[in-house]
């Protein structure tokens, strides 16, 4: 796999987009020796200068695994559907494709209910699978995924920004704007070198003011501490 087009984040990256603490994402990533927990997930990039490196398919797993965690579903439980998911579905990150979303996805969600007896899982399966789909529907609703069904693009803050994406192939999956490619990152260190002059950003990289002023907020929001 290319570097160049896996998208690459550290684990600080990956909490402040995903909104999610760091501690989580290294449990979830590394597991823990100390209590015999392994991963749920393998990352696809080893490891730079020694610090742990994600894929935009980690990033999304991650996003799979802190909703229904964040639901109450225990990390055994979510560490069961995963090895059940890469079973029934033959994928290495089912949890980053659509498939999750489809039969074969809920046949799953049963089987982790059923062998782990998990009460979070049955609440979700109860009242004709309302919670369930609720859920599920958050999931996908801002994400876009391609031809084989693996996710391919992701709008990390859809409602509040939603002109930004985060795309693997793009300025190695760091935050753009869509229609032009423009790296949120530069359009807010151009605002502040500017004396935070939004017209003048505009003008320079030739973006409507209104993008402009949505990569300053994104930008900002990614600063606040999880």
């Known amino acids: 796999m290319s570097l160049i087009d896996s998208g690459i984040y550290s684990i600080g990256q990956a909490s402040r987009l995903l909104k999610i603490p760091t501690t989580n994402l290294r449990f979830w990533i590394c597991g823990r020796r100390n209590m015999q927990s392994a991963p749920i997930i393998k990352t696809e990039i080893a490891p730079i200068e020694y610090q ?25 439980s979510i560490r069961y559907m995963a090895e059940e998911a890469k079973r029934v579905l033959n994928h290495p990150h089912p949890f980053a494709t659509e498939m999750m979303f489809r039969t074969d996805g809920k046949k799953i969600f049963i089987e982790t209910a059923e ?27 801002d994400v876009v ?8 693009g992701w709008y990390p803050r859809k409602e509040t920004s939603p002109d930004i994406l985060i795309h693997p192939k793009i300025a190695f999956g760091q ?43 994104f930008q900002l929001g990614l600063r606040t501490v999880h």
């Open 52 to 76: 742990i490196a994600l894929s935009f398919v980690n990033l999304i797993e991650v996003r799979f695994i802190h909703a229904f965690n964040k639901y109450g579903v225990s990390v055994r």
């Open 145 to 152: 995924y391609g031809p084989s069904g693996l996710a391919s």
């Open 175 to 217: 935050p753009v704007l869509e229609e032009s490619g423009v790296p949120i990152e530069a359009l807010y260190e151009a605002f502040v070198a500017e004396g935070e002059d939004y017209d003048a950003v505009a003008r320079w990289f030739d973006v409507p003011k209104k993008q402009v002023k949505e990569a300053v907020n």
């Open 115 to 141: 062998a782990t007896g998990d009460k979070k899982l049955y609440d979700l399966k109860g009242r004709n699978w309302g919670m369930y789909q609720v859920l599920t529907e958050a999931l996908k609703s």
